[in-house]
């Protein structure tokens, strides 16, 4: 080997060396960059036939743990997910407040019953009467208020989804940008150039927050350029970026509902759409992050929450305003039964028919439902909460044929016939194969004297409550935000007791305060399993106390689970980022060894070009 080789190999040595001092420099200058990953030198030896020629860097490593780095991009995605809805169940728990704390729903209802309490014991009394207008007031505020509290919580969550996919759009488009800036590489694997490695950063740091937003897949090609996919599959960026749209809706109300339809869809939907035209709704299969989270709230839990109260304050309205009047016996020919008197009955109101079926000796019941629209028909068998009555919905428009007819039609194959003409009907058994062991017609009472101890304490802002089913949906939908109580008991609070002008009602009289107490304190109903308490067929059958306290204990412990899921998510999520920052993150000691490693290196390759100088200079003395 000359000395001309000799020095070339040195002068090699201290490039590469010079290389690296300046990537460790980098290093230790980005050490607290976000998202910045460790670089090292690719280097190898330079050879000339069979003898090492030197020294040459072929590249920049970065000290990245692809595996890691991958299930880190799931728990931020997890995390994200967990930590909103944590937030608004905690939010939605403050409305519905803790069981037995003050200023709650329950107290508001506690304080009613003891109000009508009180009522019993002085009936005459006018501030006892007062007394459970303003407690019924206070309950109805409480109702409306947590209702706007709920849409408000649905609103944010549209507002969400807003931002979300303006950032989504953001990262997406940052992502396709640097795949077209990062050159070829023919070697693959980690090594590139410092241009690239800094891009390569960069776009970590883009998919890291994006899958912040929404559940993620990531395929990289062996030029480092990578396609994003959510996790159903639908490809979001590669060298080109898709665009996210989502259509907000400016008006979130209890009867505002998504679909997957977007001709009746009253919601807005996320849609990926590409350059050739074509759109994907993704509404409904995004599993994780922050905008899977503000979908399932929106459209899900707090639709719970809502339709909770709607329950609540339906059976509180109809439990005191429901009149159920028992069928007068009657026969026909061999046949047996009850004549009905159905001119009280309003849209929702029902007939309700016991009967045992003789072959078989089983019990059975039907419910008769009044419905005045057509297009409703037929009705679904959860139209009731009660699980062990056969639903029947009989247009009472007049559009579908007579009343008589309709009920013939559906029912003459259970084994009762029906009779007479609307509005007085008989229903009867099928001589032989049923016997009809009652029947009865259950309307809504609105006036407050009409001889009955029913009162319609409650209403749908000025309107009877009497859950009628229309096309726009069930009237219990949305009916925790327009409760209230009813003006003419405000304008004659006498009518708490009097319920009869003929004869007049005594002003002692206990009849209507007793009843009110017992509908409210001791009185049975079922509860849908829409609220998302029991199931179809078993649904939660209580109090109205026992109910309130059921819903309102489950959000606190939904918000519960939903803080200690999140809190977990990010253990595990402190645990990853720690992994991935301890493997390719900068380590300040590590680096100042390799700089100390570095130095001597750079004063070896110094001392030999130094010496080779020398061995020149008496080269050409000697010459």
Known sequence: MSLGDALSIAMAGLRVNQSAISLVSSNVANAETP?????????????????????????????LDDYVLAQLRTEISGAAYASLRSDFLGQLQGLFGDPNATGTLESSFNALTTAMQALATSPDSTSARIGVLNAAQALAAGLNSMSNGIQTLRS?????????????????????????????????????????????????????????????RIVTNAA????????????????????????????????????SNSLTSELGSITVSYASGSSIDLTASLKSGQMAAYV?????????????????????????????????????????????????????????????????????????????????????????????????????????????????????????????????????????????????????????????????????????????LNVAGNQMTGYAQRISVNADLVKDNSKLVVYSTSPTTAAGDTARPDFMIKQLMSGRYYYSASTGIGSDSAPFNGSLESYLQQFVSQQGSNAAAAKQLSEGQNVVLNTLQQKLSTSSGVNMDEEMAHLLSLQNAYAANARVMSTINQMYQSLMQAI
Request: net charge negative; hydrophobic share 35%; with cysteine.
């Open 156 to 216: 944010g969550c549209e507002a969400g989804l807003t931002d979300a996919v303006g950032t989504a759009n953001n990262l997406l488009k940052q992502i396709a940008t640097i795949n077209t800036q990062i050159r070829s590489n023919p070697q693959g694997g980690t090594s590139t150039d410092a241009a690239t490695a800094a891009l390569l950063d960069q776009r970590d740091q883009a998919i890291n927050q994006l899958s912040q937003l929404m559940d993620i």
């Open 296 to 468: 399932e709230l929106r459209d899900h839990t707090l639709v719970t929450a809502q339709t909770q109260l709607d329950q609540f304050a339906a059976t509180l309205s109809s439990s005191l305003s429901d009149k159920t009047t028992a069928g007068t016996p009657v026969t026909s020919g061999a046949s047996a039964g009850f004549s009905l008197d159905l001119s009280g009955m309003k849209n929702g109101n029902t007939i309700n028919i016991a009967y045992t079926d003789t072959a078989t000796g089983q019990k059975r019941s039907v419910t008769v439902v009044r419905v005045d629209d057509p297009a409703l028909l037929p009705l679904p068998q959860t139209a009731t909460n009660d699980p062990n009555d056969y639903v029947v919905g009989i247009d009472f428009s007049g559009l579908s044929g007579s009343v008589v007819s309709q009920l013939n039609s559906a029912l003459y194959g259970r084994n009762l016939q029906f009779t007479g003409t609307y509005p007085a009907i008989d229903v009867l058994d099928n001589a032989g194969f049923s016997t009809v062991n009652s029947a009865s017609v259950t309307t809504t009472v609105t006036g407050l004297a009409g001889g009955s101890v029913e009162v319609p304490l409650f209403n749908d802002n000025g309107s009877a409550y009497s859950g009628a």
């Open 224 to 259: 480092n350029q990578v396609s994003v996919f959510t996790g159903s599959g639908v490809q979001l960026a590669g060298m080109e970026a898709a665009t996210l749209s989502f259509n907000a809706q400016g008006t979130v109300n209890p009867g505002t509902t998504w679909s």
């Open 35 to 63: 998202g910045y990953v460790r670089k090292t030198i690719n280097q190898s030896v330079t050879v000339s036939g069979e003898t090492g020629t030197g020294v040459q860097v072929n590249g920049i490593n970065r000290q």
